[in-house]
């Protein structure tokens, strides 16, 4: 009788924190960020932004990152940015999922098809940095990097 009664207090208590969490989410909007820009990975050859990967100067000291990922090759490979300039990287992927980290930075992401990602990152320390695929793509995943130079 007991456990009865025990196994009713918990799943009351499960059913207490959904109805919580569903609330919070829908009625709230408490939702992760639906914010979600779309892209033809068929089309990123002939798209208005995306046809030209590199390095663009915005404004004071803000530089934007337009950046194409495929199996197995980030574009551009090589990347100036001055120290402490906002970089806001933005990426696209012509195939299939890859993944884009620097390592002792925060800047840690995916990059799915059919969605522009944006990241934005501040190097606060000049030197060479290593961007790396850290998503399998296939046989060549190991080799998929890029070089960041902050000066
Ligand atoms: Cu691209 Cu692994």
Same mark, same amino acid.
């Given at each position: 009788k007991m456990e009865e009664i025990w196994m009713i207090i918990a799943v009351g208590l499960i059913i207490i924190a959904m109805g919580i969490t569903g609330y919070q989410a =829908?009625? +709230? $909007? +408490? $939702? *992760? *960020?639906?914010h979600q820009e779309h892209i033809d990975p068929q089309a990123i050859e002939s798209? *208005? !932004? =995306?046809s030209e990967p590199g390095v663009y100067e915005l404004g004071d000291n803000q530089y934007e990152v337009i950046m194409t990922l495929q199996a197995f090759e980030f574009q551009p490979g090589e990347i100036t940015v001055p120290e402490g300039a906002e970089v806001t990287f933005r990426m696209a992927t012509k195939d299939v999922v890859h993944g884009v980290n620097v390592p002792h930075t925060n800047l840690n992401t995916m990059v799915v098809p059919g969605f522009i990602q944006e990241i934005t990152q501040t190097f606060h320390e000049a030197g060479e940095y290593i961007m790396v695929c850290n !998503?399998?793509? $296939?046989?060549g995943h190991h080799m998929m990097s890029a070089t960041i130079t902050v000066e």
């Open positions: =829908f009625a +709230m $909007g +408490m $939702g *992760p *960020p639906s798209h *208005p !932004e =995306f !998503e399998y793509c $296939g046989v």
